[in-house]
């Protein structure tokens, strides 16, 4: 799939972002499971992995990884939240 992207925007791909992202239910443990995927592509791929973007009061829970981490803040609410 990286390699059609590739192909048709003719732009290369140099690393991978690690953006697990299951809304409100994001937990650290459940970004450590997708930096463990990610860092897997990487590796199988030849390519770093650039950053891992994590809700910011989860940042500091992260520790140590093979990629800094970007706190990030969420500002929308998506409107199927307010069913959870």
Same mark, same amino acid.
């Given at each position: 799939?990286m390699?059609?992207?590739?192909?048709?925007?003719?732009?290369?791909?140099?690393?991978?972002?690690?953006?697990?992202?299951?809304?409100?239910?994001?937990d650290?443990?459940?970004?450590?499971?997708?930096?463990?995927?990610? @860092?897997?592509?990487? &590796?199988? %791929? #030849?390519? +770093? /992995?650039?950053? =891992?973007?994590?809700?910011?009061?989860? @940042?500091?829970?992260? &520790?140590? %990884? #093979?990629? +800094? /981490?970007?706190? =990030?803040?969420?500002?929308?609410?998506?409107?199927?939240?307010?069913?959870?």
């Amino acid at each position: 799939m990286m390699r059609g992207v590739e192909r048709t925007s003719r732009l290369q791909v140099n690393a991978l972002i690690c953006n697990t992202n299951l809304g409100r239910r994001t937990d650290a443990k459940i970004i450590l499971q997708g930096y463990k995927v990610i @860092a897997g592509a990487a &590796g199988q %791929l #030849g390519l +770093p /992995v650039a950053f =891992i973007a994590a809700r910011r009061e989860l @940042a500091d829970q992260l &520790g140590r %990884l #093979g990629a +800094p /981490v970007l706190p =990030i803040d969420i500002f929308m609410k998506p409107p199927w939240e307010d069913f959870v």
